[in-house]
């Protein structure tokens, strides 16, 4: 990763969080020692499996799915998983000593942050919904700089995902972010890889792609950005004949995000749509607008952000679900488009 300035004693805090990736997962390289061949361990890569960690999280049926891959050989390949990294219980003790690896990254704005509780966690799907203009694009931008930036300073020395469905990504906005942050702009844009998606197969192609890169870098990556989430699904899966099948998909896309960002330690951020609920007025809801993706979403993301419009360059930040965070609000201005938040 380029060098980002770094004040003295980082470096400890950053061998500190390279340790702690043992935690997370080991190298699904390892079951070879224990009869499993290279070939086989090469096809589960193919299929974004790439930690041992990831054999638990994937259904035997699935794994049958992949082609070359026998019953016998999934039965030797969850058999060697446990006996490498165990997939049942633990006490809330052990639990909260890896929930205490959790990383914060902060949304560039003290008022928001403070509304989630540090900013945007690791191990953790964020969703941000609204209409169009209340600065949901503009946050994964400042996330995917200050992702790099050390702990002291909202950040968490990682690199950047940017997962682009919309054409919403602008490398000029990067480089306004990081003059805000006093760091080199060529550097913060070389710390952040970027891709176009242009149908919901080939978003979940580039989902699988990153998990194999997370496992040969471990450690590197931080942050996920998915802008937006739903996008490609409603253009590829249009009426009710088809919605069905669009969800199943969009679930188990959602899933593999929560075992990607569980798996290594990641945050992801996604960005939503929002749409009319006719039966709101019947309901007497004062906001008639819902963001897509029905259950299936709500259930995925641990935290849900609202944001709206409000008088003249105001936007409002709402936190809409959250699990440890009570229902709050907060206010910013958005001083530049093109610059940065200002709350």
Excluded: W
């Amino acid at each position: 990763m380029s060098e980002i300035e770094q004040v003295p004693d980082q470096e400890a805090e950053i061998q500190e969080f390279e340790d702690e990736d043992e935690l997370f997962y080991t190298e699904i390289d390892e079951i070879q020692n224990h009869g499993i061949g290279a070939a086989d361990i090469s096809k589960l890569k193919s299929a974004g499996i790439c930690t041992v960690r990831a054999i638990h999280m994937t259904t035997r049926k699935n794994l049958c799915k992949i082609k070359g891959l026998s019953e016998a050989k999934v039965d030797k390949l969850k058999e060697t998983a446990t006996k490498l990294q165990s997939a049942s219980f633990m006490t809330a003790t052990e639990f909260s000593l890896i929930r205490s690896k959790v990383m914060y990254i902060s949304t560039g704005s003290k008022s928001l942050d403070a509304l989630m509780g540090g900013g945007i966690p690791t191990m953790s799907i964020t969703e941000a919904f609204g209409e169009f203009r209340t600065g949901k694009t503009q946050i994964a931008h400042t996330l995917s700089v200050v992702a790099q930036l050390p702990p002291v300073m909202g950040g968490t020395n990682g690199k950047a995902a940017f997962i682009d469905t919309e054409g919403t990504f602008r490398p000029e906005r990067i480089k306004s972010i990081a003059a805000r942050f006093g760091i080199d702009h060529e550097a913060a844009l070389e710390n952040i890889i970027f891709a176009r998606a242009y149908t919901s197969e080939h978003q979940m192609e580039l989902i699988i792609e990153l998990a194999a890169r997370f496992a040969e870098e471990r450690g590197v990556y931080r942050l996920l950005v998915i802008d937006s989430i739903i996008a490609l699904f409603r253009t590829d899966y249009a009426g009710r004949g088809e919605l069905a099948e669009r969800q199943q998909k969009l679930n188990i896309m959602l899933s593999r995000l929560i075992k990607i960002s569980e798996e290594f330690n990641v945050a992801v951020y996604i960005t939503n749509q929002i749409q009319a609920d006719p039966g709101s007025n019947m309901m007497f809801v004062s906001d008639p607008r819902k963001p897509i993706g029905g259950h299936v979403l709500a259930h995925a993301s641990t935290v849900r952000l609202y944001l709206r419009k409000g008088r003249g360059d105001e936007r409002v930040a709402k936190v809409y679900d959250s699990p440890d965070m009570p229902e709050a609000e907060a206010r910013k201005y958005i001083k530049d488009k093109y610059h940065h938040l200002q709350l």
